[in-house]
């Protein structure tokens, strides 16, 4: 696609980033210092406990180093969500801000690859803003975490794409609060942040493995620890990369079908 026709895409990030200037300030505690503060009170506080009382549980790694990747994936992984529900809802029910902009030159295809580019700089900012604070608890190096924040970017798009494409086909709230409480949080939990998805029953470790979290916690503690398996990185990068994709062609066909009447 020639940069002339990405035009109308970058109208769409145009008008995010201005309405971002004006609210940011509400997404201070919620995006970088809870999760920074959580990342401290587990790393140091159990932390402590888990590396004295069994060093080696993890592998011998430090329980700082083994859950900062973690936080970082899931930290992606939950903006993305948000973004990829309310505000989307918003534009097309309450504000209409995207039937406004199919009234212009700007079409579906156009408003969906501007959120995502939106949402991509986003989730760069925060996954940087995280990584400078693992840096600092000394849970990574630069260079490594540097390294991690393209995983994590991937990481949210791989649940903003499919979420973006189901909230076009809503038109209430009503089930965004099911998504927080049944799909982002138990993932949280249960996809190898906190702990090896080894120790959760056999049944239901195949089910986490599914889910595109896990291969974005794996993927960047593999870069934190330093010891990547290139097999299993190209496995989670495919599955990544396949969820944004797929979830892609969904959002630009869920957006055509309510938008375009």
Known sequence: MTMTALAPAVHVLERSILVYRRTWRGTLFTTFLAPVLF???????????????????????????????????????????????????????????????????????????GHLMWLTIRLVFVASVFVLAMVAFGATDVLRGIAMIPVAVLTGLAFATPITAYTATRRTDNAFPAITRFIVTPLFIFSGTFFPVSQLPAIVQPLAYLTPLWHGVSLARAIAIGKVDFGLAAINLAVLIGFTLVGIAFAMRTFRRRLVQ
Do not use: C, R
Not at 53 to 80: D, I, K
Not at 91 to 111: D, L, Q
């Open 39 to 113: 990342l401290g009170a587990m790393g140091f506080g159990l932390g402590t406990f888990v590396d004295k009382g069994n060093p080696e549980s993890l592998g011998g790694v430090a329980y700082l180093v083994f859950l900062a990747p973690g936080m970082l994936a899931s930290q992606a992984m939950q903006t993305a969500a948000g973004e990829s529900m309310y505000p989307v809802l918003s534009s097309i029910v309450w504000m209409k801000t995207y039937t406004a902009m199919v009234a212009t030159p700007i079409g579906t295809n156009h408003i969906v690859l």
